[in-house]
């Protein structure tokens, strides 16, 4: 952050006042940062608290121009080598998506060629509100950055995700999406989203079937393509892992239908998908809200499909180069075919689940590996970090000699 030149839009929230301290973190780290606020977020917080922490003057008015030789507003859009908006309120987004500019802030980002990062914080129900994450795809494929929110207790008293996102990781988040954009390593500039671990389908508050997935494999690909200079969306299921990388994008998913619903909301802009988690291809059909009691005399759970989402990415994709895992314990190769060409892949990658060093849980593994030509690639048994260099070496071969 030394010497950047940091433009922070606050909008109209309770959570302007995290801003401050966000404003005092940038300022401490050697950042020149000028505060941009709207008229409701001067509700919340003093313009004077900005200025104070900024040694900057602070920007409400459009109109309020003190230097007649600039325009104020493409004055700072031209400044800012970053936008950073936290809070970024449901309002703010929904201008920024639809080209709105009816006030000093909303004018400058959409005149701005800076990088902008939004930091959402908003009622968790607004946060899931279907024009709010139109809206939010939107920006993602115009290259706005997002920090997604926290869960936890919110001032409206409600507990869910829409906490605005504590500032150090912000800044943390938007230090390392930087840094890992100068990095020009072989995938740079391209899009990857990895779907890792497992899904989790609910009988009753405490039961739920899942699968042994640690999620070890799909965070070793998604690390290593960030290493490798791409820009990365790791979808995962729950998992005991931490990404490493603070410039991965990471949407936490519980259950099936919510991992599908992630993986098509990420897909659309993204240049290679690795679906590396192990979805349960079954789930309850039926769900109690209390817990059952022990009864005399067996129990049985129906059992209903769930969606396909390797298969319906495969029938959806256009630029895309989709990547499927194959779990096996018999027969693993011809399953594994089978799954390639019914599925609509560009590629797939067998595991023989049964072969010592390549189960579930493990540090290592052993694969094949398959593109179009139905030709097998062996990878022998090596760490689940080398492996995942491997398959990202070979899918890069493959994505250059599509283009020959």
Same mark, same amino acid.
Not at 118 to 125: E, G, K, R, S
Not at 177 to 204: C, F, Y
């Given at each position: 952050m030394q010497n950047k030149n940091i433009l922070l839009g606050v909008s109209g929230g309770i959570a302007a006042y995290k801003a401050c301290s966000l404003t005092s973190k940038l300022t401490q780290a050697g950042a020149n940062v000028r505060v941009m606020m709207t008229e409701n977020a001067s509700e919340f917080v003093s313009p004077l608290t900005f200025q104070a922490l900024s040694r900057n003057p602070v920007y409400i008015d459009t109109f309020d121009e003190k230097n007649p030789q600039k325009i104020a507003h493409i004055d700072v859009a031209d400044w800012a080598d970053i936008a950073i908006i936290a809070p970024a309120t449901a309002n703010s987004i929904g201008k920024l998506a639809n080209g709105i500019a009816d006030d000093m802030?909303?004018?400058? %980002?959409?005149?701005?060629?800076?990088? =902008?990062?939004?930091?959402?914080?908003? $009622?968790?129900?607004?946060?899931?509100?279907?024009? *709010?994450?139109? &809206?939010?795809?939107?920006?993602?494929?115009? &290259?706005?950055? !997002?920090?997604?929110? @926290?869960?936890?207790?919110?001032?409206? @008293?409600? =507990? #869910?995700?829409?906490?605005?996102?504590?500032?150090?990781?912000?800044?943390?988040?938007?230090?390392?999406?930087? $840094?890992?954009?100068?990095?020009?390593?072989?995938? &740079? #500039?391209?899009?990857? %989203?990895?779907?890792? @671990?497992?899904?989790?389908?609910?009988?009753?508050? *405490?039961?739920? !079937?899942? &699968?042994?997935?640690? #999620?070890?494999? #799909?965070?070793?690909?998604?690390?290593?393509?960030?290493?490798?200079?791409?820009?990365?969306?790791?979808?995962?299921?729950?998992? $005991?892992?931490?990404?490493? $990388?603070?410039s991965i994008k990471r949407v936490d998913v519980i259950t099936s239908e919510e991992m599908y619903q992630a993986m098509h909301d990420h897909f659309d802009d993204k240049d290679v998908v690795i679906k590396a988690a192990a979805v349960a291809d079954y789930r309850p059909k039926h769900t109690f809200i209390e817990k059952l009691k022990k009864q005399s005399g067996n129990w049985n759970v129906e059992m209903e499909r769930t969606q396909d989402i390797l298969q319906s990415l495969g029938e959806i994709k256009n630029k895309q180069f989709l990547v499927g895992f194959a779990a096996e314990t018999t027969q693993p190769l011809e399953y594994g075919l089978k799954k390639l060409q019914k599925k609509n892949l560009d590629a797939i990658v067998i595991n023989n689940v049964s072969s010592e060093g390549a189960g579930f849980e493990g540090d290592t593994n052993i694969a094949t590996y398959v593109n179009e030509s139905l030709n097998p690639e062996e990878i022998p048994l090596t760490t689940k970090k080398e492996m995942a260099l491997k398959l990202l070496e070979l899918i890069l071969r493959d994505l250059r000699d599509d283009k020959l």
């Open positions: 802030l909303s004018t400058t %980002l959409l005149a701005t060629e800076a990088d =902008v990062y939004i930091a959402p914080a908003m $009622n968790v129900h607004m946060y899931a509100h279907p024009a *709010v994450i139109k &809206n939010m795809k939107q920006l993602e494929q115009w &290259n706005y950055y !997002f920090i997604e929110p @926290g869960s936890g207790f919110l001032a409206c @008293g409600y =507990v #869910g995700k829409g906490r605005l996102e504590e500032p150090e990781s912000i800044i943390d988040t938007v230090v390392n999406h930087q $840094n890992s954009k100068k990095i020009q390593g072989p995938m &740079n #500039g391209k899009k990857v %989203l990895v779907s890792a @671990g497992p899904t989790r389908e609910q009988i009753d508050p *405490v039961r739920f !079937f899942t &699968n042994r997935s640690s #999620g070890k494999m #799909g965070f070793a690909i998604a690390e290593a393509a960030a290493e490798l200079g791409a820009e990365v969306t790791l979808v995962t299921g729950p998992v $005991n892992l931490e990404t490493k $990388n603070t």
